[in-house]
């Protein structure tokens, strides 16, 4: 399944930067860029006048039409004081699904994906559970049933770290997969991994948050895309959402119109960190949509 | 500032009960109003499945176009089993004002009931600070300056319950009211509290929600308008709204933008209270909208 | 394809009836069902003051336990003078689906039969594309492709009336099937059709709704479910939703944003029709949610 | 009453530009205010990738602090095939309310001036009724009555450009006001005309939008906030919104509920204008927020 993605024909270069804010960083970004021929297609920037920060997304078409600049502009901008990751959108990035049960982020996300409202190339999906398998394979997509037995986690994750590795992921999706990834794996997996959690963070953090929402009585249920940490339902936000209920709505309901925020708070997330719009800063994010 | 509210032209009584669910409530509860002469404008009802209760409101105009049958039908109510309060909407109920320095719901409530949005009557104005009293003044409403000292909370309390009764109040409203009232106030004033907290409550309760908001990088901020409890931010939720912000909006942003929805769910949540529209059942509420 | 409908596990009789308001209406309904030994599970009403119109959605489990008693009740409405349709929801109504090429609300539409979100049973598939073939037989589900050459289309409509009285359809669903159906069509299939329309009607009627709104500078796009009538995007409104956008949306970015919309907004006015609470009255629905 | 704004502490220049997009713009236009010693405080740019367009809003503090740059940097821009509008935002402008009976829009804004949300001092109050008159005494601002005789417009409206004149007015906003301005009024008046419309535009443009929106049954009501052209309800568009409504709603309820709408769309979109971020293009609007 490959990536299209309509609003950029042709490849580019995506920074992501930020560091200490000084006079003139607006020029010397782009002045470096079109010093070497390079056509800015987008540059956006934001200071945290607080903390003195200062972020960019700068996108650019290089004069030589390859990525050989990511390099120099990185050297460039660690030379201003910058942390700095460079891309170039000529290279598709391979995205793992990871899935349990719960189909409709699944179902949701391969229709998107065969409307290429992504960019990169769903190489495999990794399951607890066969439920999903079928609709893998009708969708040509590998999928690895690797079972999680609580007793003998860590060798399922040495499974999935292997899995990544052969398809040489970049993004790890955890459409409602219904395990706890351990920080082992985190550090291990050396890419993203971003998790939908159907409640709107920090409200309602753990097991059963429809559950827990219900109970409290509150008249709007949510969803929240994060980056994974170490802490569960504590990583950088990338996309919350929420939607009206009220005291007719049984919790049954509740999942039910949970998961069209579910759906559209994920893609969102991922849609956003593929295009490389998404900064993590301590443990937050500044995206850059 | 009298009330007048443009759907409900001529006075009815409005019955709010809930009890434990049995065949024949909707035709047992009709049945007798329609005995009576009366024609029923309204009625709504609810049945949780899982609790086994059964809800209702029912609106009426009784056929002697007075108030006496309230308590006919509150007899009757009881006589099924049920906890009922029923209210004759000709008696406009007094409401009182609590503020601080903080002017936006003031002066929103204050329009609004110029507007006759509201179904009752602005009987006074209480404040631990001086600064809105000539836009007390200027509306026509009597202003009370009551300070807070904080050795002496029990002292200010008893002038508070003091106006309330002078004014026969039916309703508190604290309109971003900076002091917690203690749970003897809430006890002794007899009637409903509603307060508005400035969150999406249970996220980011207790005090400088904005800013604890605003730390953990929430993509959406929101407001809740809750029955004041002697647990603080934690009593019945009546309604609940939220708005996107982003990492361009600095904490200065939240409290602004946020203002916008504080007034809005507050007013929502005054009016339907005095439209008798709002059930406590536990510490949830059910609302007839 | 079977319905699964959690909130509803056994069956019961919905009635909707509307007509010339007078007193004692929500007596009388409530009280021959109670009558009879009926358990009325919901029951909601609204009046028009202006048209004087009185309507209602009443839900119960009758004493027998099966549908006989649908007839005996809309003899019963009819005698107040009341226009009436009662269903039993233990027969499952039989759905058509049209759709062309654009794949997004079939997906959608698809992935909620497989959870179960609609009380029908999709009988089959309509197209004059082949493009969804593949995937209807997949999820196994009758595909029919009935090309449609514009000099002869009531040759084409002919052969989608007769799948449909095949099927013994009881609603069509225009999943942004890009045909406009005649009125003989119309008034010929005997039962209900549903269409999704991309923009926010009565705006941008017609063709290229998302050009029509990038051209204009609109900053929300929407997206209308309505039913199809002989005149163009003219018919009852069942639902509507709005996103906004800004100048840096392109119409492809409309296109995509509002995919989002179309899915959600023409889901639930299905979800709704199928659960007997839409009642059409002149050119406007009364939705009983 | 005189403007505060927190986010902007120290005075700037503000640039707004656009014209045919060409290599290194953002790169020319951030080196020409770096060299001169200016320290960029926010660059937003735009590309309109179809009609081959750029857009950017620049804002810095210049070297010399103060507001002379202005014209150096718009003869700069304009060597560079711009059309370009730089201001001085230590320069106040001063700002008339066109009002007429409805009081909801005027109380609102009133409200958010004082809490300091719009850079620019209320200069002056104009209205065809003397119905908040008492209220813009009440706040200390001129208030003039100019009624709007049918057969005499064109002498009141020189009695209003007169009263623009002498209060060196740099942007009148229509709220809520009830007379058509003419075109020559908005050539003559020498500056931006805002106006809320309480429909969604294009719809429903004209009079008693809600009615208009009753009658058809739409299930949402919008407003519109936008710059007023000869052509009525037809100028470019800034800022719009919609709620849910359903058949409970009479027209009274659009009415009350709009209200909430038409505040806040109008507020923000004065806030934005008055921040200079809203470029107007065609009969589009880019908006920097």
């Known amino acids: 399944m490959n990536a299209k993605d309509a609003p ?17 960083l607006v020029a010397r970004t782009s002045g470096w860029i079109y010093g070497r021929g390079g056509n800015i297609l987008h540059a956006d920037q934001h200071r945290d006048d607080e903390a003195g920060v200062f972020f960019q997304r700068i996108e650019w078409i290089p004069a030589n039409g390859g990525g ?27 995205v793992a699904l990871f899935v349990s049960k719960v189909p409709h982020c699944f179902h949701d996300l391969l229709a998107r994906w065969r409307l290429g409202e992504f960019r990169g190339k769903l190489a495999c ?54 395990q706890v990834l351990s920080e082992d794996f985190l550090e291990a997996c050396g890419c993203a991994v971003i998790n939908i959690h159907h409640s709107f963070l920090p ?7 429809y559950h827990q929402a ?38 049954g309901d509740l999942v039910r119109r949970g998961r069209d925020l579910e759906k559209s708070v994920l893609a969102q997330a991922v849609r956003w960190h593929l295009q490389h719009r998404v900064l993590v800063y301590g443990n937050k994010t500044v995206v850059f949509d």
Chains 1, 2, 3, 4 share one sequence.
């Open 125 to 178: 999906i990794v399951s607890n559970h066969r439920d999903l398998e079928a609709d893998a394979e009708y969708h040509g997509i590998p999928f690895y049933h690797v079972p999680v037995d609580r007793s003998r986690k860590a060798e399922a994750e040495e499974r999935q770290l292997s899995i990544l590795r052969e398809h040489g992921v970049r993004l790890v999706i955890l459409a409602r997969y219904m």
């Open 8 to 24: 950029n024909p042709s490849a580019s270069l995506v920074a992501l930067l930020h560091g200490p804010d000084q006079p003139g």
């Open 203 to 209: 409200a309602f953090a753990g097991a059963r948050p």
């Open 68 to 94: 050989a600049d990511a390099a120099s502009f990185d050297a460039f901008a660690r030379s201003l004081d910058m942390a700095v990751e460079t891309v170039w959108t000529g290279e598709v990035p391979p």
């Open 214 to 251: 219900y109970s409290r009585g509150v008249k709007l249920i949510g969803a929240t895309a994060h980056y994974a940490t170490a802490v569960l339902d504590d990583g950088p936000i990338i996309q919350q959402d929420t939607i009206h209920v009220n005291h007719r709505h049984s919790v």
